[in-house]
Structures are given as C-alpha cells and as structure tokens.
C-alpha cells in the first residue's frame, strides 16, 4: 500500500501561482510514477500531469503545458505541481496518484490516490 497526501492548495487570483505537494509513505516511493489530475464540479477527472519514477521523464495536458511543472525529490518521498499562471478554468480539486506505468495518463492506470486539494482561481 502506498498512502498519499496533498497539501498546498488553495484560492490564488488569476495570474498567480500554487505549489502543490504528494507526501508518500509506505512502500517504495521511487518504483512509482506519479501522476496528478484534477475534477472540477460537473466534469469528469481529467489528467493533468505525470512523471516517471526517476524524474526524467515528464507528460503535461496542453491545457497546462508551458504554466505547470512536475517534479519529485525520491529522496523525501514527495511529488510536487508548481502551477504557474493560473486561470480561472484550472479550478479543480487536484489528486495525485501512484502507479507503475510511466507517462500514463488515464486514470485506471493509478493504484493509489490522495484525497485531492482545493485549488481555486478567482477572476
């Protein structure tokens, strides 16, 4: 079992910018992709962002290529989103997950999830 946990959201105007943050713990973060997507109310979860177990490898949505970057320091067990340049349509609760494919990005392909955070972008 992989427990993860989301902090860092919160209500930013547009323009602005979050640093989400996974924690992790239980087995070995490093053998896990890691992934982050978000729901908006009435919508569907949608994928946002993945990286493979070692970094190097990263996959974006067009909808936030070029404004979010994803990042994970294995050696704290964390997963991060910086968000930058935020819109009023990035609103969501943001999840992140763990899962064993890299550069997947339907959301079957996650084993572990968070409970999400609120990220919420005024106009």
């Known amino acids: 079992q992989v427990q993860l946990v989301e902090s860092g959201g919160g209500l930013v105007q547009a323009g602005g910018s979050l640093r989400l943050s996974c924690a992790a713990s239980?087995?070995?973060?490093?053998?896990?992709?890691m992934g982050w997507f978000r729901q908006a109310p009435g919508k569907e979860r949608e994928f946002v962002s993945t990286?493979?177990?070692?970094?190097?490898?990263?996959y974006y949505a067009d909808s936030v290529k070029g404004r979010f970057t994803i990042s994970r320091d294995n050696a704290k067990n964390t997963a991060y989103l910086q968000m930058n340049s935020l819109k009023p349509e990035d609103t969501a609760v943001y999840y992140c997950?763990?899962?064993?494919?890299?550069?997947?990005?339907?959301?079957?392909?996650?084993?572990?999830w968070g409970q999400g955070t609120q990220v919420t972008v005024s106009s």
């Open positions: 239980g087995r070995t973060f490093s053998n896990y992709a």
């Open positions: 990286i493979n177990w070692s970094g190097w490898d990263s």
């Open positions: 997950a763990a899962g064993q494919n890299s550069g997947a990005r339907d959301y079957s392909a996650y084993n572990y």
